[in-house]
């Protein structure tokens, strides 16, 4: 089992960057498949991105590809997402979640395929 919790939301502009971060408990953090998912207010949840166990590989969302890059340092036990070139769409609690699934890429971006879940940080980002 493994607990995270995220840190790092806040309000930035338009065109602005964000560097969030996500703690995890536990020695098997490299046995977890990470992702990030958000979610604005009246909207569904949604994908992110996601990395694998080692870090080689990450998938984005079609909407943040090329502007957010996720990365993980498993000695830290740590996974961050880099958000540069913010846009006010992307206004959103932003979620870490874990998953022991060792499914591809269409498994991890579903939010169901993850056991464990922070508590959200909150991202705003003004006109």
């Known amino acids: 089992q493994v607990q995270v919790a995220e840190s790092g939301g806040g309000l930035v502009q338009d065109g602005g960057s964000l560097r969030l971060s996500c703690a995890a408990s536990?020695?098997?953090?490299?046995?977890?498949?990470m992702g990030w998912f958000r979610q604005a207010p009246g909207k569904e949840r949604e994908f992110v991105a996601a990395i694998s166990r080692s870090g080689g590989s990450a998938h984005y969302a079609e909407s943040v590809r090329g502007r957010f890059t996720c990365s993980r340092d498993n000695a830290k036990n740590t996974v961050y997402l880099q958000m540069n070139s913010l846009k006010p769409e992307d206004t959103a609690v932003y979620y870490c979640?874990?998953?022991?699934?060792?499914?591809?890429?269409?498994?991890?971006?579903?939010?169901?395929?993850?056991?464990?879940w922070g508590q959200g940080t909150q991202v705003t980002v003004s006109s």
């Open positions: 979640a874990a998953t022991s699934s060792s499914g591809g890429s269409v498994i991890t971006a579903r939010s169901w395929a993850y056991e464990f």
């Open positions: 536990g020695r098997t953090f490299s046995s977890y498949t």
